[in-house]
């Protein structure tokens, strides 16, 4: 059997981002409207190879050439995450919001679906090679913790027509929902197999409707531009983004395990508890047996926002090149700091290429670049945040963005 927490994870592992470094420009022209079109597909890890990955997603028959050589590259605490989001956001800077030059608004709309896992070695180990491996040993997975959330997203927010600073007041609807998280986790097993103690202290929990709506949320966007001066520029901005910071009920019902005990099992075989005919497989009234209680509840749940400070792109400068650089957080212990730098070259007006670098969050190093191409009232981006990673099975994650964006 699989662990659920494990390979939940990765299961939900493509995906879509609005949340870029992939340029975020600071236009000062003047525009009536503008519309945005935007995405970023992206998973990382810190130590699970692409060739695995890969298969795990997709499917295929995982080797045991690729299984060892991930498993080799994991050390006692490991991270494995997800970010999917395609967005859509109208702008209009004609009107004045509130009887207000200054104002205009926008409306926008999203989906995203968010996953994380924090999982020891051993949890790996016993996943993917089976108990064989751990006979006379204890196995440690303490603080392995996993959380998923798909949600989409509605809102109107004000924007300043000068500064292009906006707030945004969302709605959320959420359509899936799970948790867990394992304070204490030992299992031992003796030579033979034939006995198995457990000591475990965790819970475990899911939105366990079929329905499309299981909760609903709120939350804010904000978009807050600082010009600065820089020695070798003119005036640069600052940005303070937020996406998706708030909070959401689960107001159908959310299937909660909790277990907080340690159980001796005698005379049964790890396959017992393992293959597709496991007790665990059977009705959930023997959870009692194994001490695991069993609830249904409501829940309130924060959104898995994004929290990014860093220097942007000016379009209209005339330098050649120019710096970015900033940190960025999401609202998940999960996600560790991530450092970003950057350059970015603009041979001619109408075309900017840019090389980027990066440590922390779901992975540690990468590396990435991108393309923005403007043709009249239209400009296209694309680029990746791993650019090793997008064309190589060596690399420990996939990543690709781009944006597409109208001002008339």
């Known amino acids: 059997m699989k662990c659920v927490v494990f390979i939940g994870s990765l299961l939900t592992a493509f995906t879509l981002n609005a949340q870029l470094l992939l340029p975020i420009q600071h236009d000062t022209a003047q525009y009536s409207q503008e519309i945005f079109v935007?995405?970023?597909?992206?998973?990382?890890?810190?130590?699970?190879?692409?060739?695995?990955?890969?298969?795990?997603?997709w499917g295929g028959f995982i080797r045991d050439e690729d299984k060892k050589k991930s498993f080799d590259r994991h050390s006692e605490i490991n991270r494995?995450?997800?970010?999917l989001t395609g967005e859509l956001e109208y702008r209009n800077l004609s009107v004045n919001l509130f009887k207000n030059e200054k104002f205009g608004f926008l409306v926008k709309a999203g989906y995203y679906n968010y996953s994380s896992s924090v999982y020891a070695k051993d949890l790996f180990g016993l996943t993917f090679y089976g108990?064989?491996?751990?006979?006379?040993?204890?196995?440690?997975?303490?603080?392995?913790?996993?959380?998923q959330m798909s949600f989409q997203k509605v809102g109107f927010g004000v924007i300043d027509k000068a500064l292009k600073s906006s707030v945004t007041f969302n709605l959320y609807n959420i359509s899936s929902y799970a948790e867990a998280y394992v304070r204490d986790g030992v299992l031992f097993q003796n030579e033979s197999g034939d006995s198995v103690s457990l000591i475990m202290d965790g819970t475990f929990k899911y939105a366990s409707s079929s329905n499309f709506n299981k909760g609903v949320g709120f939350g804010i966007d904000a978009d807050v531009r600082i010009p600065v001066q820089f020695k070798h520029e003119k005036t640069a901005y600052v940005q303070l983004l937020v996406k998706n910071l708030g909070f959401g009920y689960i107001n159908t019902p959310v299937q909660r395990y909790q277990m907080d005990t340690t159980i001796n099992f005698e005379g049964f075989t790890f396959t017992d508890f393992t293959d597709e005919n496991s007790i665990l497989n059977q009705e959930f009234n023997y959870l009692n047996t194994f001490g695991i209680d069993s609830t249904e509840t409501n829940t309130l749940a924060f959104l898995p926002g994004l929290i990014q400070v860093g220097k942007i792109i000016d379009r209209n400068s005339t330098?050649?090149?120019?710096?970015?650089?900033?940190?960025r957080m999401y609202t998940t212990t999960a996600y560790t700091p991530l450092l970003y730098a950057g350059v970015e070259i603009k041979p001619w007006d109408f075309i900017q290429i840019a090389a980027t670098a990066m440590y922390g969050g779901f992975s540690r190093f990468r590396a990435g670049m991108y393309i923005n191409y403007r043709y009249k009232i239209v400009d296209f981006s694309v680029g990746s945040e791993d650019l090793y990673g997008l064309v190589s099975s060596n690399g420990l994650g996939k990543s690709l963005n781009f944006r597409l964006r109208c001002a008339f």
């Open 319 to 327: 330098e050649l090149f120019q710096s970015l650089f900033g940190i």
């Open 38 to 57: 935007q995405g970023f597909a992206d998973y990382s890890s810190t130590a699970m190879y692409n060739e695995m990955t890969s298969k795990l997603i």
């Open 80 to 83: 494995f995450g997800s970010d």
């Open 131 to 147: 108990n064989e491996r751990y006979l006379g040993e204890g196995l440690d997975f303490s603080g392995t913790q996993f959380s």
